[in-house]
Structure formats: C-alpha cells, structure tokens
C-alpha cells in the first residue's frame, strides 16, 4: 500500500482520510502534518498545504457527496446591526426592514463572528449560534436583522436572517465599497 494515495479529491494518509483537494491547495487536518505527507503534496503534486483543525472529524462525519467529492465548508461571518444605529432597524424581518431603511448596508453592521463553522447549511448556523456559540463568537443569539455570511476563496454570499428562514441579499464590505470611488470628467 503506497503511504498517500488521493481518491475523489480526498487524501488519504495509509488509508486515513487525512484531507482533500481544494483547487490547487490541500487542506489538511494537523493531526496528520508530517514531513512524508507534507512532502508529497508539495514537492510531487505541486500542492500549496493548509492546515486546518476539524478537517479529519468533518470529513469522518459523512461531508461527502452522492459522488464521493468532498463538501468543502465555507468559513462563516456574523454580522449585527452596531450598536449605534437607529433600534427601530434591529430585530425586524426583511420587507419591513427594506421598506423603512432601504437594502442592509454593510456600515451599519460590524462582524461579531468570524471562523470555521461544521456546516454550510444556514438552519443549522441558526441552531448553532442560538444554542452553541463557538468560541471567539461576541454577539447576541442570531435574530431578525443579522446577516450570515458564507464564504471562501471562491467568493461569498450574504443572507439577512428573516421572520422566517433566510433571505439571500446583496451586502458588500466596507473595505469594497471603500475602493469604488467616484471618477471626475475633465
């Protein structure tokens, strides 16, 4: 049996899941950060290695799909509405929060959330961040008004959660808007 073996973009580490592919870069779980599989990946398949806690329990616990592929989790930010803004924007569903202030804007938010997650799937980040606050989380249980964002290298998605359910929204970061700035005609 060859030492590392990578079958459906998992990497296998004497035949223990050890990680799996994500375009041109390993994530790994540090349990298995050793010069051998190290070296593989890097030196024979030309591979950028990230090291990443919980990656062997994520992929142990079945996040693979109907066709073997690993789910790749995306990281996750809490956003909530600063304390300063205006109260009659908090804890209000979304056509009403639209309809009073406008589209959510990023100014009037600040991230109280910013990690890996066990999941992508955005009821159970609402279980999680009512019930199990993972550590470094410093809001107030998701509600009415906040905004998960989902996101990777490939880019990210913002939902304002809503009376009920989630509501996928267009949401920029201040440091995006920051750039666009306007341009004079001479």
């Given at each position: ?15 223990n899941t050890a ?27 030309g591979l950028e ?82 019930i199990d606050h ?53």
């Open positions: 049996m060859e030492a590392v073996q990578i079958r459906n973009n998992r990497i296998l580490y004497y035949g990680g799996y592919l994500s375009g041109e870069k390993a994530v790994v779980d540090p349990m298995f950060q050793i010069d051998e599989l190290k070296s593989y990946l890097t030196e024979k398949r290695v990230e090291w990443r806690y919980g990656t062997f329990d994520h992929l142990a616990t079945g996040a693979i799909d109907q066709e073997g592929k690993v789910v790749l989790l995306k990281r996750c930010r809490v956003w909530q509405l600063a304390p300063e803004v205006d109260v009659m924007m908090k804890f209000i569903g979304y056509d009403a929060f639209k309809s009073h202030f406008g589209e959510p804007d990023s100014a009037s938010y600040q991230v109280v959330y910013d990690g890996e997650v066990e999941t992508n799937d955005l009821e159970a980040l609402y279980t999680k961040f009512n993972p550590p470094g989380y410093q809001g107030h249980s998701l509600s009415m008004s906040d905004v998960l964002e989902l996101y990777d290298e490939n880019g990210c998605a913002f939902y304002y959660c809503d009376t009920c359910g989630f509501k996928e929204i267009s949401f920029q970061e201040p440091q995006q808007e920051q750039g666009q700035e306007p341009q004079m005609n001479l």
